[in-house]
Structures are given as structure tokens and as C-alpha cells.
């Protein structure tokens, strides 16, 4: 019995763990050999699409890449020149070995936004996700670079432990994932990258592109910029900012109460909910968003030039 048992366990060692420790010391290497991150040498990938008068920024969410907003953009790039960025460590953008801080990725994406002239103050930034919270800290950082922000499915927590509980109540995998394990997990992630683990509300050229990142950018991001940013204080600090939330109702990844909770910190908020979404329904409903944005920023700017016009009517009188 002793001896059937130690071979059982060689045989578990062979099969499983030794490939598991391999996997996980090649990515841990892959790391270690990288240059440290660098802002003049490592420019962020990015495209200019579109060529309408409107200027919007739009940045990703955690493991996603440029590519994520290419869809229905006919009739958007007509009013709008759209900046796809691609964040550090993400897409085909360098992953360098840093921290990933959130100081580092906006340092980054300011660089790109300075090079193409998007810090006009006529710019309005969007992102989904984790971009969301970058898009709020580029906006307290430099605010009369933008005229306005979106937020798309923005995950507001408190801290790791709020991330933890909220993530408790959803599948075995986003448990473990969210578990004091998940930095290891990270390291083995091309095992989750496979067909068998694709998330059912991701298309599969995002999918793809989910696998362009490292275990460093993907755990270093998500704990320091999702789960260390204090949301409430940023926004407290540019509170009369014009602002629009567009959420899902059925995100339970980024829970719209909680968003809905930091949208009442501004004074200036529009609110718009896709009664069936999740936290990716921007891959299903990405024509509701570009109308929405629209909406936001195109018929603003004709009340505004409406407005002018009655001022000046009034003043001629």
C-alpha cells in the first residue's frame, strides 16, 4: 500500500506540479531579464481612428488592449477622432519589469496624449475598468487637459478586502484568483489562457489580446492601481468636473451600487444603465455606448454653442 501510494504521488508530481513549477519559474524569469521601465524609451502603443471634430481618449480595462474598442465605429469616428492607447504592460504596448503603479501608467499615457495634442483642455477621456480609474486620476492630475470624463463599468472598492468579499460570491475560479494565492496563480496564467477557461462575455478576438500580458502587469495593476486607489478622495478634488457613468445593471464584477455610491461625490453627473449588461456589455452594446457618448459630448457642445449665441443676442439687445 506504502508503495502504491509513493508512486501515486510521483506520478501527481510528474504530471502536475513539476510542469506547474516549470511554467511559473519561465514567466518569473521572462520578468527578471526585462529592462526596468523606461518613459522615454518605451513608448506606449497606440492608434489615432476617425476623423470627426471631438476629441476622445480611450483607455482599457485589465488585460485588455486598443483593440477592445474596434467595433461599430462607423458613426463615432464621424464626430469624433478617437486615441486607442494600448497601457503599459498590456496589448502591444512594453512590458517592462516595474511596479505598475498607477503614477507610472498615468506618466505613460500622458506622454502619448502630450505628443498628439490630446491635452487641448477640448478632449473629453473615457475608459472601462481599471482604464476608468486611470482616466479619474489623469483627470485630478491634469485637469484642464479635459473638458469632461466617462466612466465605463468603474470598480469602486475600498480596499482588497472589499475586492475579496465582493468576489466571494461568484465562481470557484474568480475566487481563487482573488484569493492571497492569486500572485503565484498569476505566474501559471498561460494555463488559463487556453479555450477551456474563456470567460463567456469576452468575443475572442479580446480574448486573443487578453494574453499579450505577464503575470507582473496583471497582479501589479490590479493591486495597485484597482485596489490602492482611494477613488472618493481623487474625485473629491475635481468634484465640479462634468462626468458620465455609462454601468451594467447585472455587473457583478464591478457592482453598479458601488458606482452609483462615488457618481454622488460630483456635482455635474449624467447617468445612463444598460438594464442587461455585465461588466464587459460594451462587447455587445458597443453602438448603445457610442450613442450614448455622443449624446454626452456632441449635443452638449451645440447647447453650449446655443447658449452663446442667446448670451450674445442678449447682450446686443
Known amino acids: 500500500m506504502i508503495h502504491i501510494f509513493i508512486m501515486t504521488i510521483l506520478v501527481i508530481s510528474i504530471l502536475i506540479f513539476f510542469p506547474v513549477i516549470a511554467i511559473a519559474g519561465y514567466q518569473h524569469y521572462n520578468i527578471i531579464k526585462q529592462p526596468a521601465y523606461n518613459a522615454n524609451k518605451m513608448p506606449l502603443n497606440y492608434e489615432i481612428v476617425g476623423s470627426g471634430e471631438n476629441k476622445l481618449?480611450?483607455?482599457?480595462?485589465l488585460t485588455g488592449s486598443l483593440n477592445y474598442w474596434k467595433r461599430d465605429l462607423e458613426n463615432i469616428t464621424k464626430t469624433h477622432s478617437l486615441l486607442l492607447i494600448d497601457l503599459l504592460?498590456?496589448?502591444?504596448?512594453?512590458?517592462?519589469n516595474s511596479s505598475y503603479a498607477l503614477s507610472i501608467q498615468l506618466a505613460a499615457v500622458e506622454l502619448i496624449l502630450k505628443k498628439e495634442g490630446f491635452n487641448d483642455g477640448k478632449t473629453v477621456i473615457a475608459g472601462h475598468s481599471m482604464g476608468a480609474i486611470i482616466s479619474l486620476a489623469l483627470m485630478e492630475?491634469?485637469?484642464?487637459?479635459?473638458?469632461?470624463?466617462?466612466f465605463i463599468s468603474i470598480p469602486v472598492y475600498k480596499d482588497a478586502n472589499d475586492f475579496r468579499k465582493t468576489m466571494s460570491t461568484k465562481s470557484f475560479s474568480h475566487r481563487i484568483t482573488t484569493s492571497k494565492i492569486s500572485k503565484y496563480l498569476c505566474m501559471?496564467?498561460?494555463?488559463?489562457?487556453?479555450r477551456a477557461f474563456k470567460p463567456d462575455n469576452l468575443t475572442d478576438n479580446v480574448f486573443e489580446d487578453s494574453k499579450k500580458h505577464h503575470w507582473q502587469s496583471y497582479y501589479y495593476s490590479l493591486t495597485e492601481v484597482i485596489l490602492k486607489s482611494d477613488l472618493y478622495a481623487i474625485a473629491r478634488k475635481i468634484k465640479d468636473k462634468r462626468v458620465l457613468f455609462i454601468h451594467g445593471e447585472k455587473d457583478t464584477t464591478a457592482p453598479l451600487e458601488k458606482a452609483l455610491s462615488l457618481s454622488r461625490v460630483f456635482s455635474n453627473t449624467e447617468i445612463i444603465i444598460s438594464p442587461e449588461g455585465d461588466h464587459q456589455f460594451f462587447l455587445k452594446e458597443a453602438d448603445f455606448v457610442w450613442k450614448?457618448?455622443?449624446?454626452f459630448t456632441v449635443s452638449y457642445k451645440k447647447s453650449q454653442k446655443q447658449y452663446l449665441l442667446s448670451t450674445n443676442k442678449i447682450k446686443n439687445y
Open 141 to 150: 492630475q491634469q485637469p484642464t487637459w479635459f473638458k469632461a470624463i466617462i
Open 57 to 61: 481618449v480611450l483607455l482599457h480595462g
Open 292 to 295: 450614448t457618448i455622443q449624446e
Open 188 to 194: 501559471i496564467h498561460p494555463l488559463f489562457m487556453t
Open 89 to 96: 504592460g498590456f496589448g502591444d504596448s512594453p512590458k517592462p
